[in-house]
């Protein structure tokens, strides 16, 4: 296992080699590789706030009760000067003990030149207390005037239950953020430790991590898939629910692809492991989440600007309450100073500014990733909010990229089977899915072929090599043209089969058309209301594909496509995607073919099927994994409400501090002769950041159908 890296969720720039704090924010550092064990790590953290908060109640509420210990009757004769010592007593294991982490953090904050919330909680109670103790200590230090009854004033109570109420802050923010790892965590549970090996023909129990690729493996009936690979015996049903999102069991027979983490039915299988470790799409997604939970969204940007200077602002600000309260403010002028100016530091804390887009964001990414989207980074999230223009591939995205084989037609002096052998020869060589479909045609005709020999793929067009001492083409009948060959004894045949919905391969044998192979791949069936939904969102649909313009605007039609172009190259969907954005449009490109990458890349945010090839994953800003278009309308709907979600936090950020800051100044002293306590400061302060969290988890539960 590789050594754990350590970053900041609102500051993934901070990396380090072990765990600790932010020293920007403070914020606990969180590992970067997910591992199952990461929860304990963070669990030990919460329950180390928990234990200096609960030391932190039991001390302050005694220190609350002595400190009104004039308007409790059975504490009221308890001599002034001795409760003041009980109290100091008892309020300084909670500010130096339960306390210690804020004073540590702060002083971090001091060293590195980056204050934070920690910075204005660590004066605050550091004043009070601190002025708390030098007047219990050199009580003839202080005039007369400072003095109530000749007690000197003391604000121990003030500083042990900010500090409690801060802790309270902190362990309910802890507990919020462990839970948006949930979805993380739940996908690694789904991994079985044990996979069953079967070598030289005895079949033994070996830890997954030993597995490697090409080993055979057994899975029983109701066992979980070990690693990704492809069925070599048996048949059976796996629920790929987990992965997928859909709750029917599929089929598996020999030759059939299977996901790690998803459950065999009642069949027994063999397996050829082909992805282990990190490259199975279990992991990717465990990465891609985890990774993007800790991206930065641009509208952070405007948070990270008004935090810069925020802190330095707050500290003027208070130091400016103190003069003002000293120089004007009625007696004790000292005690009104001070207490104001602490309660100006307490409530300035920017913990609900800083947390606002971070906590929508990991919640949002763990919510799409248990809806079968997965968000590369923040900037795709929040991209996606403003695309209007929706550019989509054919293959594999409004059709089930299955095509099958629906005719043959050969030309003068070739039969159907020389047509159909001489195809499959050459496009064995090739991943393509209209090669596939040829190969399966020619096979369920049990026809065979030796390997061809100077192969070569034609981006966009087709293949092209020596097959049995021939010069053999197969691909786009334009690709024949190019080649010399007369095309017109079979270009009704061709033109007919098109406007039927048909793909037309031509095949080309030493320079002469041998025939026409028409090839069909049905529209799934989620795809008529999947555009629909789109539509009603506002968005301009726009249909790419490098197949035939006759079979492009004949789906176009049947669905209701705005805007249909056939025959693209892969260049050719980069240009348009360029085209378009260049017209101030916001573009959104789904594809799922290693054609689709440049185009992907291309636009403002790009979604890969994950049914697809890794090449679009990579280039994709998001994947759905389940290859389903009614994913887009659901990635678009997270990404408004995130970006909503993020909207109201800050907005609620803002004018907390907006209005809670000159409040704890004393604004409303002069007209209604009120005053806000420190402790009431402290707790509204970690009331706002629970408050934002709170806001953000809402998130978990969003319904991405409506």
């Not at 609960?54 to 004769?77: K, Q, T």
């Amino acid at each position: 296992m590789s050594e754990a890296t350590y970053t900041c969720p609102m500051h993934p720039q901070v990396r380090q080699d072990h765990s600790g704090e932010c020293p920007i924010c403070g914020m606990t550092l969180e590992p970067i590789n997910v591992h199952s064990n990461d929860k304990e790590e963070g669990k030990s953290e919460l329950d180390d706030m928990t234990r200096r908060f609960w030391i932190g109640v039991a001390f302050s509420v005694p220190v609350l009760i002595l400190s009104m210990g004039r308007e409790l009757p059975l504490i009221r004769n308890v001599p002034a000067q001795l409760s003041i010592v009980i109290q100091g007593g008892l309020s300084t294991p909670v500010v130096l003990w339960a306390g210690a982490p804020f004073f540590s953090r702060a002083w971090r904050s001091l060293i590195h030149r980056n204050m934070n919330m920690f910075t204005l909680v660590a004066l605050g109670t550091g004043t009070a207390y601190g002025f708390s103790l030098f007047t219990t200590l050199f009580p003839h230090l202080l005039p007369d005037s400072l003095r109530h009854a000749g007690i000197p004033p003391v604000y121990f109570e003030a500083a042990a239950v900010i500090t409690t109420l801060v802790l309270l802050g902190q362990v309910l923010e802890l507990r919020a953020r462990s839970g948006t790892g949930k979805a993380i965590q739940a996908l690694l549970r789904l991994t079985p430790n044990i996979a069953h090996r079967i070598q030289t023909g005895v079949e033994q129990d070996a830890p997954i991590d030993q597995i490697l690729v090409g080993d055979l493996l057994r899975v029983r009936p109701g066992e979980k898939i070990p690693v990704d690979g492809r069925v070599t015996e048996g048949k059976t049903f796996v629920d790929e629910s987990m992965i997928t999102g859909e709750p029917i069991p599929v089929a598996k027979e020999t030759g059939e692809s299977v996901v790690a983490g998803t459950i065999n039915g009642n069949g027994s299988i063999v397996m050829r492991a082909e992805k282990v470790g990190g490259e199975t799409l279990l992991a990717r997604i465990v990465q891609m989440v985890s990774e993007a939970q800790r991206s930065r969204a641009p509208i952070q940007r405007l948070a990270d600007k008004v935090s810069g200077w925020f802190v330095p602002a707050v500290i003027l600000l208070a130091v400016s309450t103190f003069a003002v309260w000293m120089i004007w403010g009625p007696i004790p002028s000292l005690g009104y100073a001070l207490v104001n100016a602490v309660a100006v530091l307490i409530i300035a804390c920017p913990c609900a500014l800083g947390l606002a887009t971070p906590m929508s964001i990991m919640v949002a990414v763990g919510r799409g990733a248990h809806a079968g989207i997965l968000v590369k980074n923040a900037e795709s999230l929040e991209a996606l909010e403003k695309v209007d223009t929706l550019v989509i591939d054919k293959t594999g995205t409004l059709t089930e990229g299955k095509p099958t084989v629906t005719a043959l037609h050969p030309a003068s002096g070739f039969d159907e089977e020389t047509l159909l052998r001489s195809a499959a020869a050459l496009e064995s060589r090739s991943e393509h899915p209209l090669a596939s479909a040829i190969v399966k045609a020619a096979k369920e005709r049990s026809l065979s072929w030796s390997e061809p020999e100077n192969f070569d793929s034609i981006t966009g067009g087709g293949v092209r090599g020596r097959w049995e001492g021939k010069e053999i083409v197969v691909g786009k009948p334009s690709l024949l043209a190019e080649k010399g060959m007369n095309l017109s004894e079979t270009a009704d045949e061709a033109k007919r089969l098109a406007e039927s919905g048909n793909t037309v391969i031509a095949v080309g044998i030493d320079g002469k058309v041998a025939g026409l192979i028409a090839l069909n791949d049905p529209i799934k069936q989620t795809t008529p209301e999947a555009v629909q939904t789109l539509n009603r969102l506002g968005l301009r649909l726009v249909m790419m594909t490098g197949d035939n313009s006759q079979t492009a605007d004949r789906i176009g039609k049947t669905l209701g496509i705005d805007e249909v172009i056939g025959g693209v190259l892969p260049q050719g969907k980069y240009d348009r995607i360029v085209e378009l954005k260049k017209t101030g449009k916001t573009v959104v490109m789904a594809g799922d073919g290693i054609n689709d990458a440049p185009a992907l890349a291309a636009a403002d945010v790009g979604i890969a099927m994950g049914t697809g090839t890794d090449v679009a994953m990579h280039s994709a800003g998001i994947t759905l994994i389940k290859g389903d278009l009614r994913g887009i309308a659901q990635a678009i709907a997270l990404s408004r409400a995130t970006m909503r979600n993020i909207r109201q936090n800050l907005l609620f950020a803002f004018l907390y501090n907006g209005l809670g800051i000159p409040i704890a100044a004393g604004a409303l002293y002069p007209t209604f002769g009120l005053l806000l306590s420190p402790m009431i400061a402290s707790a509204a302060m970690s009331l706002s950041s629970v408050s934002v969290i709170g806001n953000a988890l809402r998130l978990r539960n969003l319904d991405l159908d409506r």
